[in-house]
Each structure stands twice: as structure tokens, then as C-alpha cells.
């Protein structure tokens, strides 16, 4: 009977635990509840087809302290490169592209300055401008270290070096 009541304890913890997820939301939903509620916005821009886009989020997105940390700090928007619907923001439509076999959307192409790459983690703070774009994939360790940086929101006066070098990771 302890074996059993053990192994149900531990299921339901394990279930629990692999439960916890990013509470993504769409870009505009993101926009909206930053105008109610200030907050960075965490922009993760992917593509279907995109292998490192995949591993990013078995990888890094699927980790605790990494769920935990955007959850808390930022609106978390997944946004696809290549989207079919019409994004409005800052009263300009943007809208899916097709041009022969070269496909994208104007929205993750124009916050990407145009270089398409997948993925690409973008910040934006709590006015709603950009503040950085990280192309590529990023491991938990370096996720971590970067989604705290943009948190302290003082980007523009602290230096990366200074805050490497002082950051506790809580893997």
C-alpha cells in the first residue's frame, strides 16, 4: 500500500511539474495587456519547418526556470514567420508576403530589420520599442542569463561583461 500511495505521489508530481508551461500569447494580446499592465515582451519568432525553432522548445522553452522567469517578467508572444493573418500594430497593417517560393510576414521581417533567421528572440520594452534581437538558437544556460539582463530593465547603463560576471544562475 506505501508503494502505491509513493507511486501515484510521484506521478502526480512528475505530471505537475511537466504541466508547467509559458503562458504564450499572441502578439496583439501581448500589446494589449502591456498598455493595462507594463511589462516586457518576450517575442520568440519561429517557422514550422525551422529545426533549431523545435529543439528550441524542447530544449530551452520546456525548462522551469526558464518558464518560471518569462512568466513572471515578460508577455510571452510566439510569432510565426511565415503567419497568414494581418497584424495591426502602431496603426500599420502587416500582412503575409508571398513572392514566388520566398514567403514571410511583413511584422517578424520588419523586427528583424529584414534578416530573416530562425529563430530569433526578440525584447521589446514596456513602450513597445525594440531593444534587442538575438537570432539563433540559445541554450538554457545563456536563455536564462539573457531574460534576466532585459528584466533588470537598466539594458542601456548596464554592460553585458559586468553582468555576466555577477549573474547566479538558478539551473
Known amino acids: 500500500m506505501k508503494k502505491l500511495v509513493l507511486f501515484v505521489t510521484l506521478a502526480f508530481l512528475t505530471i505537475s511539474i511537466n504541466a508547467q508551461e509559458i503562458h504564450w500569447v499572441s502578439f496583439e494580446k501581448a500589446i494589449e495587456l502591456n498598455k493595462a499592465n507594463p511589462k516586457f515582451i518576450l517575442i520568440d519568432i519561429y517557422t514550422d519547418w525551422c529545426g533549431w525553432c523545435k529543439k528550441m522548445d524542447k530544449d530551452t522553452y520546456s525548462n522551469a526556470v526558464i518558464i518560471n522567469y518569462i512568466n513572471k517578467h515578460y508577455y510571452a508572444v510566439k510569432l510565426d514567420g511565415e503567419e497568414k493573418e494581418n497584424i495591426t500594430f502602431k496603426n500599420h497593417v502587416f500582412k ?8 514571410y510576414h511583413e511584422l517578424p521581417a520588419t523586427l528583424m530589420s529584414g534578416k530573416l533567421s530562425y529563430p530569433t528572440t526578440l525584447f521589446m520594452n514596456e513602450k513597445e520599442e525594440l531593444i534587442d534581437k538575438i537570432p539563433g538558437y540559445l541554450n538554457t544556460e545563456l536563455m536564462e542569463k539573457i531574460l534576466a539582463f532585459h528584466a533588470i530593465k537598466d539594458v542601456k547603463t548596464k554592460k553585458w561583461p559586468a553582468f555576466e560576471k555577477n549573474f547566479k544562475s538558478k539551473l
Not at 503575409?96 to 514567403?103: A, I, S
Open 96 to 103: 503575409f508576403k508571398q513572392d514566388g517560393k520566398r514567403k
